[in-house]
T-cell receptor
Framework: AQKITQTQPGMFVQEKEAVTLDCTYD???????LFWYKQPSSGEMIFLIY??????QNATEGRYSLNFQKARKSANLVISASQLGDSAMYFC????????????FGTGTSLTVIP | SQTIHQWPATLVQPVGSPLSLECTVE??????LYWYRQAAGRGLQLLFY??????ISSEVPQNLSASRPQDRQFILSSKKLLLSDSGFYLC?????????????FGNGTRLTVT
């Protein structure tokens, strides 16, 4: 079974500062993918970044980077230079690449950027 | 480019009434299709997914059903809505077979059962 845990229901960050959103996972798959999504108040789900379990480098996409620690089963999202538009819900998700097509999501972290 | 359309955007239905939410994808063939539900302030719960026409996998037994009558069409239905069916319903697609392909979501339907 796959499980995603996001332990921070809400986070605050000062504008222009960096923030880390935590995500831990549990899976029996040897090969899996980890994804982060942003959900603004409008409700749309926006894909941010992907990390494969066999990727040796941490993924980066602009101001987003993923701090992947495989042994600890964590995949934390780092947002650098926070902007007011970063205020949203953030969801971590996982897909086991060998056991099916399902994506499993965490409960999300609400991020508020303070001016 | 690929696009996903989901409608309606909002819906208010009485308890016991039927439901039909529709989702279509353009610009790709044989996508994997998904229905998720998000209760207020909660995470996403996978309801159904499909890897091909007529192939539906159900994650959670409930009074909802899904159908895929065409390659790029995914429909979520109910014969009789319950109050607990209220929530935000999201349709999503991904490329078939691609391990690193993310889910791409529609704009969602906000369903209120009264």
């Amino acid at each position: 079974a796959q499980k995603i845990t996001q332990t921070q229901p809400g986070m605050f960050v000062q504008e222009k500062e960096a923030v880390t959103l935590d995500c831990t996972y549990d899976t029996s798959d040897q090969s899996y993918g980890l994804f982060w999504y942003k959900q603004p108040s409008s409700g749309e789900m926006i894909f941010l970044i992907y990390q494969g379990s066999y990727d040796e480098q941490n993924a980066t996409e602009g101001r987003y980077s993923l701090n992947f620690q495989k042994a600890r089963k964590s995949a934390n999202l780092v947002i650098s230079a926070s902007q007011l538009g970063d205020s949203a819900m953030y969801f971590c998700a996982m897909r086991g690449l060998n056991t099916g097509n399902q994506f499993y999501f965490g409960t999300g972290t609400s991020l508020t950027v303070i001016p | 480019s690929q696009t996903i359309h989901q409608w309606p955007a909002t819906l208010v239905q009485p308890v016991g009434s039927p439901l039909s939410l529709e989702c279509t994808v353009e610009g790709t063939s044989n996508p994997n299709l998904y229905w998720y539900r998000q209760a207020a302030g909660r995470g996403l719960q996978l309801l159904f997914y499909s890897v091909g026409i007529g192939q539906i996998s159900s994650e959670v037994p409930q009074n909802l059903s899904a159908s895929r009558p065409q390659d790029r069409q995914f429909i979520l239905s109910s014969k009789k809505l319950l109050l607990s069916d209220s929530g935000f319903y999201l349709c999503a697609w991904k490329l078939p077979g691609s391990g690193n392909s993310p889910l791409h979501f529609g704009n969602g339907t906000r369903l209120t059962v009264t």
